[in-house]
């Protein structure tokens, strides 16, 4: 199956999963606590079982690596094709009622993210990876049940502005670690946002740069990963190797990266 077939069979999942996070937000929520201290709610849950349903009769023998499956201790052996899920990345946003929450999914093909797909239910953003070298973007609404994509267009990261960097954060986790990372580059502006919406914003030519000096799992990068590869970006480590998936032996955790717009040539 070819991305852009992929990309025609998931989006009307992620509308589905979408639906169904909608309507527990801004409700009241029981929030259960995993093995790592971090939260899950039934949205989660019913996002995922919808992701995993389709996945299932979409591609049924590439294996799906999932959040919650995962925080279960459902991790099937993966080779080297394999699906990454994170149902409700940026569930803390949602607990606080923030719209800055996504559905990820993205495919990972010998350690490289090459297919992404990412919905923002509560803004209607969607972004996705067509095929190589090809990044889409548009609008999807959750509050319909008729699937409809608008204002499709393609997307591609910017040359940074002479005056500097727009650089983005995580709201959560600013660290020292960064900050001192900032302080050498030129930074004209910075903006923080939760979940995968970093990544599709470098894409979009919204920003420069995107440090992550702090832990992050696969599920909660990948498809931002791919998307941005797909829009002329990159994502390295601290030093400067390409960031790579399926590191089953540490628990599919993340070293520290930095994403990138348009990477200078210096560097």
Known sequence: MDHQTLSDALLPTVHSAG?????????????????????????DCDAE???????????????????????????PHTGSRFFLVDPLDGTKEFIQNRDEFTVNIALIENSTPTFGI??????????????????????????SEQFEIVKIRTI?????????????????????????FLETKTVAATTNAGSSLKFCHLASGQ???????APTMEWDTAAGH?????????????????????????????PSFIAWGQRPDEL
């Open 49 to 75: 079982a919808i992701i995993l349903r389709d996945l299932a009769e979409i591609a049924p023998n590439v294996p799906v690596i999932a959040e919650e499956a995962v925080s279960a201790g459902n991790i």
């Open 118 to 143: 990412i919905y923002a239910p509560a803004t209607g953003e969607v972004y996705w990876a067509s095929a190589p070298g090809i990044a889409i973007a548009g609008e999807l609404d959750c509050a």
């Open 156 to 180: 591609a990261t910017r040359t940074p502005p002479a005056d500097g960097l727009t650089v983005m954060t995580s709201r959560s986790h600013l660290n020292e670690a960064t900050m001192a």
């Open 226 to 254: 791919a998307i941005l590869t797909a829009a002329g970006g990159t994502v390295v480590t601290t030093d400067g190797l390409p960031l790579i998936y399926g590191k089953r032996e540490k628990g599919f955790l993340n």
């Open 19 to 43: 639906r169904a996070i909608m309507a527990h937000y801004g409700q009241s929520i029981d929030i259960g606590l995993k093995p790592d201290s971090s939260p899950v709610t039934a949205a």
């Open 207 to 213: 920003a420069d740069l995107y440090p992550r000096l």
